[in-house]
C-alpha cells in the first residue's frame, strides 16, 4: 500500500512539475514577444514576466520536482528491482534529458534576472522550439512507463514514431510563427 500511495504522489507532482516547466518557457517566450512594443509598455510586461517566472520557479516547479525526485528515489527503495529492468534504464537515460533541460531554464529564470529588462538574447523561434522539449521528454517517459516491455521489444517503432512525432510539432511552430509574420 506504502509503494501505492508514493506512486500517486510521485505521479500527481510529476504533473505540476511539468506544468511549471510549460509555463515558464512559455513565459520567455511572452518576454520575447515585448522586443517591439514601446518603452512604457515593454517595460511593465517584462517587469511582470521576470516577477511571474522567479514566482513560477521557486513556489511551483522547484518545489514540485523535488518532491516528485524525493518519490522517485524513495520508489526505487521500496523495489529496487526496477534496477533491473531495461524499460526503467531507458526512463532514467530521459529523465538525464529532463535533468539537462531543467539546469537550461534555471539558466534562462537567473538570465531573465541579470538581464535588467533588456533584449532577451534567444531569438523568439528558437524559445518557442525550446518550449516543445519538456513536451518531447513527457512522451519519451510516459510511453517507457505505459509500455514497459513493449519498449524493448518494440523500439524502433517507438522512436520512429517519437521522431514523427517531433517533426510534426516543429512544423507546427514554424508554420504558427510564419502565419503570425
Not at 500511495?5 to 514577444?33: C, T
Not at 522517485?72 to 539537462?100: D, E, R, S
Not at 517507438?158 to 510534426?168: C, D, H, N, P, T
Amino acid at each position: 500500500m506504502l509503494y501505492t500511495i508514493v506512486k500517486a504522489i510521485h505521479i500527481i507532482f510529476m504533473v505540476s512539475y511539468f506544468a511549471g516547466i510549460f509555463y515558464l518557457v512559455r513565459l520567455f517566450v511572452y518576454y520575447k514577444d515585448t522586443d517591439n512594443f514601446d518603452e512604457d509598455k515593454k517595460l511593465i510586461l517584462r517587469e511582470q514576466y521576470v516577477f511571474m517566472a522567479r514566482r513560477l520557479w521557486n513556489i511551483i516547479t522547484v518545489p514540485a520536482g523535488s518532491i516528485m525526485l524525493i518519490c522517485g528515489i524513495t520508489l526505487i527503495v521500496l523495489n529496487p528491482g526496477l534496477m533491473k529492468a531495461p524499460w526503467f534504464h531507458a526512463k532514467l537515460f530521459f529523465l538525464l534529458g529532463l535533468a539537462v533541460y531543467h539546469f537550461w531554464c534555471w539558466k534562462r529564470v537567473v538570465q531573465l534576472k541579470q538581464l535588467h529588462l533588456s533584449d532577451f538574447p534567444i531569438p523568439n523561434i528558437r524559445l518557442r522550439q525550446f518550449n516543445e522539449i519538456a513536451t518531447f521528454i513527457l512522451f519519451l517517459v510516459v510511453f517507457t512507463v505505459v509500455l514497459k516491455q513493449g519498449i524493448v521489444q518494440y523500439w524502433w517503432q517507438l522512436l520512429l514514431g517519437f521522431f514523427a512525432i517531433v517533426l510534426l510539432i516543429m512544423m507546427t511552430v514554424k508554420l504558427v510563427n510564419k502565419n503570425k509574420k
